[in-house]
């Protein structure tokens, strides 16, 4: 049977269990989301034990182990001699951009205090 183009397509009910699968999506969304909120932060109490070490003494220590690297290696220079030498055969006379800069003044070494 052929149907004919004048024939209208048979009319469906209501998306009963359409709407309840959404309605429960979004129950289900908003119970986690209250569930989320309300539990405690886990992750907040591993970073109050660990207190953050100091800046300039890490500085130190990497510098420190840096230098006995480089000394138990066998280098035929330090750092600081091997790197005004590689400046100084870098900068030239027809230089025009703004490195490499010099290096700002050391600062006098502090000998420590005795007790």
Known sequence: MDPTPSAE???KGFPFF????T???LFAFLGLMVL???????LDEA???????????????VKAKNEAVLGGSG???????????????L?????TLPFPAP????PAAVEPKKK
């Open 9 to 11: 397509p048979e009319a």
């Open 18 to 21: 359409t709407v309840v699968i």
């Open 23 to 25: 309605l429960a999506t």
């Open 36 to 42: 989320a909120y309300k539990s405690p932060n886990y």
């Open 47 to 61: 970073t109050k034990v660990e207190p953050k070490p100091d800046p300039v003494a890490r500085l130190n220590e």
């Open 75 to 89: 280098a035929k220079m330090s750092v600081s001699v091997a790197t005004s030498e590689l400046l100084t055969k």
């Open 91 to 95: 900068k030239s006379e027809k230089d």
């Open 103 to 106: 290096e700002p003044p050391a």
